[in-house]
C-alpha cells in the first residue's frame, strides 16, 4: 500500500545499513529503492549498496529532484518501489 514514513536521515552521511532497515521490512518487499541525496548526487558506501543488492533491492542514487521523477516513473510502471527523500 502507498505509505509516508518517517526516515531518521538527515544527510547522505547518515545513510548505512541500519538505517536502510526501514526498506529491508516493508512488506511486500520492494525491489527498487531511490534515494535522493539532496542538492546533488553523493556517492553512497559500496558495502551499504551491496548490502541492500544481497537483500534483493537494488538502489539508485540521484539528487531528490529526479529522485521523485524516477520514483513517479517506476510507481507508473507499477513496480515494486521505495523512495528514501533527502530535501534539498
Known sequence: ???ILQWNVGSHRDISHESLSLFRLLEPQIEILVLGT???VERL???TLKQMRNCGI???VQDTANACATFNFL???RRMVAAGLIPP
Open 38 to 40: 539532496g542538492d546533488r
Open 75 to 77: 510507481m507508473n510502471e
Open 1 to 3: 500500500p502507498r505509505s
Open 45 to 47: 558506501h559500496p558495502t
Open 58 to 60: 537494488a538502489v539508485e
